[in-house]
């Protein structure tokens, strides 16, 4: 919804070694590539954040983002908490932690339920795993309980909004004060 709202906001596409599920397309859902050279990236530094999730590795490449963000561009990350905090602490101010809780654990287990791409085990894991990423709410800018999903949507909306008019985020803000200082006449 928020990539459909509003066009200065891109998906960050993470490479990952898990195999394509149906209807995934390489390079837009993720670059998928296989261990080795996963590892060689990741060796080479080429992630600003990675991780291993549920055996798969995922990390989010460098190059793609600092050239996006050099020229004005947002990005959405889809990461658990540990690459939330590689990247906050790799990309320090430019970086906006906001971490959607369910309204409750049986409502998560409906929804992954409902999306019918997973077996009971892998939805038992990430259930599990899910209980784990909720003890670190506490390391986040926001914290959104997505009960209803326009509610949760316009909540994430006006943190964006709020985000982008810090002072330091805004390009060319100083050259305009400049202006305005300019004695008239």
């Known amino acids: 919804m928020l990539l459909e709202a509003d066009r200065q906001i891109r998906m960050s596409v993470s490479v990952t070694t898990r195999p394509m599920r149906p209807g995934e397309i390489d390079g837009t ?12 990236m990741a060796d080479a530094g080429e992630f600003l954040e990675w991780a291993e999730v549920f055996g798969n590795h995922y990390g989010t490449p460098q190059a793609e983002i600092s050239e996006g963000l050099s020229q004005g561009q947002d990005f959405l990350f889809d990461i658990d908490w ?8 790799r990309m320090r101010d430019d970086v906006v932690r906001v971490f959607l809780l369910p309204p409750s654990l049986a409502e998560l287990r409906r929804r992954l339920t409902g999306r019918g791409t997973d ?7 990430r259930m599990a795993r899910a209980q784990s990423e909720i003890s670190h709410w506490d390391g986040y800018d926001y ?3 997505n009960d209803d999903i326009e509610a949760c949507f316009g909540k994430v909306r006006q943190i964006l909004e709020a985000e982008r008019q810090r002072r330091t985020r805004q390009t060319g803000l100083i050259s305009f004060v400049n202006e305005l200082m300019k004695p008239e006449g």
């Open 119 to 125: 077996s009971a085990d892998v939805i038992d894991a």
């Open 143 to 145: 914290v959104v309980v």
């Open 82 to 89: 540990q690459g939330a905090q590689q990247l906050s602490q």
């Open 29 to 40: 859902d993720y670059r998928f590539t296989d261990a080795e050279t996963f590892a060689e």
